[in-house]
């Protein structure tokens, strides 16, 4: 699908409509689509070229499909990664126990995959925090016990996105 050498492979994986494709649109393009959600069919690839530590780093992003019917895919698309973002909702708990499926699908299928748990759509929660249904320090428990990075983000206002990967 891509004719480009890639240096690092990344995963975005996730519940649907948690905001995989918005991050990687804000990340690639810095924009925010407006308009009704579209799902990804099996995924998307994206690549980003990053000036680091003195030379050209080609990321090549792979933007899975977050519906349940496309999970089979999705292990595709997670093989030979080196990190894997797996984002949930802020917004919706169930979506946090979706991460739980994927991190336990990584830890078992692709033990040296560097693991970022992104709780994405934090500008919902800007003017009623209210609407927060997972809460920060839950998933830093849980990020310390299996070793992955936390960050909240919003691909809407492009908080903590571009940041984000910087340890990649
Ligand atoms: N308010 C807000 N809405 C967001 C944000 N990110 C995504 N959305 C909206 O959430 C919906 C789903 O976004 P997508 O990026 O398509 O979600 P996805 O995780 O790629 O979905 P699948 O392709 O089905 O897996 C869209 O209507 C987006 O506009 C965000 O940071 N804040």
Not at 18 to 44: C, D, M, W
């Amino acid at each position: 699908m891509s004719g480009q050498r890639v240096d690092v492979k990344v995963v975005m994986l996730g519940k649907e409509s948690v905001g995989k494709t918005s991050l990687v649109e804000r990340y690639a393009h810095h924009r925010f689509l407006q308009g009704p959600y579209q799902n990804t069919i099996g995924a998307a690839f994206v690549a980003k070229t990053m000036y680091v530590g003195g030379r050209n780093l080609t990321l090549g992003i792979w933007d899975t499909a977050g519906s349940e019917r496309y999970e089979a895919m999705s292990r595709i698309y997670y093989r030979g990664a080196k990190a894997a973002i797996v984002c949930y909702d802020l917004t919706d708990s169930s979506s946090f126990d979706r991460v739980k499926f994927w991190v336990n699908e990584l830890q078992n299928f692709e033990e040296n995959c560097r693991l970022y748990i992104c709780g994405n759509k934090s500008d919902l929660l800007e003017n009623d925090k209210s609407q927060r249904q997972v809460d920060f320090h839950d998933v830093q428990d849980y990020a310390e016990e299996i070793k992955a990075y936390v960050c909240e983000t919003s691909s809407k206002t492009g908080q903590s996105v571009e940041t984000g990967p910087a340890e990649l």
